[in-house]
C-alpha cells in the first residue's frame, strides 16, 4: 500500500521561508519523478515543482516560483522536500506532494494525471 504523508506546512510572514516534505513508502521512490502541486481556495490545483528521479536529479518550476522555491530529494530517506523561501501572500494553498512512475519530469509535468499517488496536503498559510 502507497503512503505518502507531507509535513511541515503552517503559518508564516511574507518574505518568510518553510520547508516541506512528502515521506512514501511501499512503493520504490527512487524510481519515481517526484511533483509538488498547490490548491488555493476557489482555485484549480497547478503545478509548483518536479525532480526526475536521483540519477537525472532534473528540476522544474512554475515561473510563479523559480528562483524562491528548491525542490531536492533523499532517496535514502524516501523523502521529497520542497524549501521554499521569501515567501508571498500568493503562496498560500495546499501543497501536494504526487509520484509519477515515468520517472522523468518532462514538459508536461503540471498535468495531474500523468501521477499516479497523491498525499494528503499540507497547508501553507502565507500572510502579510
Known amino acids: 500500500q502507497v503512503q505518502m504523508v507531507e509535513s511541515g506546512g503552517g503559518l508564516v510572514q511574507a518574505g518568510g521561508s518553510l520547508r516541506l516534505s512528502c515521506t512514501a513508502s511501499g512503493l520504490p521512490f527512487a524510481d519515481y519523478a517526484m511533483g509538488w502541486f498547490r490548491q488555493a481556495p476557489g482555485k484549480e490545483r497547478e503545478g509548483v515543482s518536479c525532480i526526475s528521479r536521483n540519477w537525472s536529479g532534473a528540476t522544474l518550476y512554475a515561473d510563479s516560483v523559480k528562483g524562491r522555491f528548491i525542490v531536492s530529494r533523499d532517496n535514502a530517506k524516501n523523502t521529497l522536500y520542497l524549501q521554499m523561501n521569501s515567501l508571498k501572500p500568493e503562496d498560500t494553498a495546499m501543497y501536494f506532494c504526487?509520484?509519477?512512475?515515468?520517472?522523468?519530469?518532462?514538459?508536461?509535468?503540471?498535468?495531474?494525471?500523468?501521477?499516479?499517488?497523491w498525499g494528503q496536503g499540507t497547508q501553507v498559510t502565507v500572510s502579510s
Open positions: 504526487a509520484a509519477d512512475v515515468r520517472g522523468y519530469c518532462t514538459g508536461s509535468w503540471f498535468r495531474e494525471f500523468l501521477y499516479n499517488y
